[in-house]
């Protein structure tokens, strides 16, 4: 969706495409990429976000994370950063390094990533920090930069060089009653018909689908036949 107030704060930088020579519009662009970082830094966040995920995650990348729990005095981070599915990571201190260094409680291998480049740590009775490490390319929550430290709160967008995620802290939980015995009757059987539903070929069906029609019709292809389907066509990528 195009942010209007943002084109029109733009609008008057670029020059006239038939007027201005090829200096003038290098000039034009140039001017509007500083007012862009200046104003709406978010924008080129998101730019990096783009740029960072594309080969790891391109269809959701807002789905990245890092949560903080408290639980039974316990301290745990929970992320999918580092291996893109969801991972419980304890320490002993309650902190958590981060960078490109295999060292590192979350060792991420992202160019942008100081090899120490943050910590997450917890402090007893206030919460979690987001410590930046003198990385490279800064440290963000929320758009802003840190100089050295800032307590995160539930829901902070945080930006480490490119790499872009939610953090979310939970410090409380709650016990849910029991269900009756007739509730959990009635899931398990929705939840077996559900399974019942998904029916694996036996082996006499597939035999019998593959030999189908023994004129020609429906018969398998020759491996020459099928390879062609396999090859990458430029014109239908």
């Known amino acids: 969706m195009v942010d209007f107030k ?67 005095n316990q301290v745990y981070l929970i992320s999918n950063l580092v291996t893109d599915s969801t991972q419980l990571f304890c320490q002993a201190q309650g902190i958590w390094t981060i960078g490109r260094d295999r060292a590192m409680a979350l060792s991420i291998p992202d160019k942008r990533l100081s090899r120490r480049h943050a910590a997450i740590q917890y402090v007893e009775g206030e919460g979690f920090y987001l410590i930046d490490l003198n990385s490279t390319n800064g440290t963000f929550v929320n758009g802003e930069p840190i100089r050295h430290c800032v307590r995160l709160k539930d829901g902070d967008k945080v930006r480490l060089g490119s790499l872009s995620f939610l953090f979310f802290a939970c410090y409380t939980n709650q016990n849910l009653p029991l269900l009756t015995a007739s509730q959990v009757s009635e899931i398990d059987a929705m939840r077996c018909q559900g399974v019942s539903r998904v029916k694996t070929p036996t082996t006499s069906e597939t035999t019998a689908s593959a030999m189908t029609n023994r004129d020609g019709m429906d018969s398998p292809r020759s491996v020459e036949d099928t390879s062609m389907f396999l090859i990458s066509r430029p014109e239908l990528e």
């Open 6 to 72: 943002i084109a029109a704060d733009f609008s008057c930088e670029l020059p006239g495409g038939d007027t201005g020579s090829d200096l003038d519009q290098r000039l034009g662009l140039y001017r509007v990429f500083v007012k862009l970082y200046d104003h709406h830094r978010w924008l080129l966040d998101e730019i990096l976000d783009l740029e960072n995920g594309s080969s790891r995650n391109p269809l959701n990348l807002s789905a990245r994370f890092v949560q903080g729990v408290m639980w039974d």
